[in-house]
């Protein structure tokens, strides 16, 4: 099984709708998650963090349920300018290291 | 945020070579990491650079082929030696927030080795 596991779409949405990406993990000791959002011949950018009460910003919403070991990210009301590729991130702090292990990231493609 | 920059931002190289790709940041910065992102793929860790010692290498990377400095605070460097074609890909250099667990990109380098 795969450390951090996303399905790799791409999801086709038209504008306005809302989505929603999953993405669990294998370790029970990951400590931080994080959403990402890379474009095409970029580097990924920090989305949001993901706390174990649930966080929102604008339009986007990130829940975390440890007992199932899954990050979930919802965009409501979906832009032409979301398109991208969501990483979903988990950094485990096992034997004092900082491993941040990614996924292989989420396309979505919103369309006009 | 910490700003950083990397330099060159893209190569083209011929087998056999080395190519050494710098990572500058505008803040002093614990912890510094190098990236592999190849086409179509997610990011790879290579190693965690330490500062003022030996950097720390993921399991498949080894220093002989990606020597990694770090003689301070806010710089890096990863050496991409005796290249490949399979070593054509894009690195990345990424720091962790001071004050958190967040961690931020440059713009990464684009290295093709023909």
């Known amino acids: 099984r795969k450390e951090v596991e996303q399905d790799p779409g791409p999801f086709n949405v038209p504008e306005g709708a809302t989505v929603a990406f999953n993405c669990t993990y294998s370790?029970?000791?990951?400590?931080?998650f994080f959403w990402y959002r890379q474009d095409c011949r970029k580097e990924p950018k920090l989305l949001m963090s993901?706390?174990?009460s649930g966080n929102e910003d604008g339009r986007f919403t990130a829940q975390l349920n440890r007992a199932s070991q899954y990050i979930s990210l919802l965009i409501r009301d979906s832009k032409l300018s979301d398109s991208a590729t969501y990483l979903c991130?988990?950094?485990?702090?096992?034997?004092?290291?900082?491993?941040?292990?990614f996924g292989t990231g989420t396309r979505l493609k919103v369309l006009a | 945020s910490a700003v950083i920059s990397q330099k060159p931002s893209r190569d083209i190289c011929q087998r056999g070579t080395s190519l050494t790709i710098q990572c500058q940041v505008d803040s002093q910065v614990t912890m510094m990491f190098w990236y592999r992102q190849q086409p179509g793929q997610s990011l790879t860790l290579i190693a965690t650079?330490?500062?003022?010692?030996?950097?720390?290498?993921e399991s498949g990377f080894v220093i002989d082929k990606f020597p990694i400095s770090r003689p301070n605070l806010t710089f890096s460097t990863l050496t991409v030696s005796n290249m490949s074609p399979e070593d054509s890909s894009i690195y990345l250099c990424s720091v962790r927030g001071v004050s958190s667990y967040e961690q931020y990109f440059g713009p990464g380098t684009r290295l093709t080795v023909t």
């Open positions: 991130v988990v950094n485990d702090r096992t034997s004092g290291t900082y491993k941040y292990i």
């Open positions: 650079a330490n500062q003022g010692s030996e950097a720390t290498y």
């Open positions: 993901v706390y174990s």
């Open positions: 370790n029970s000791a990951s400590q931080s």
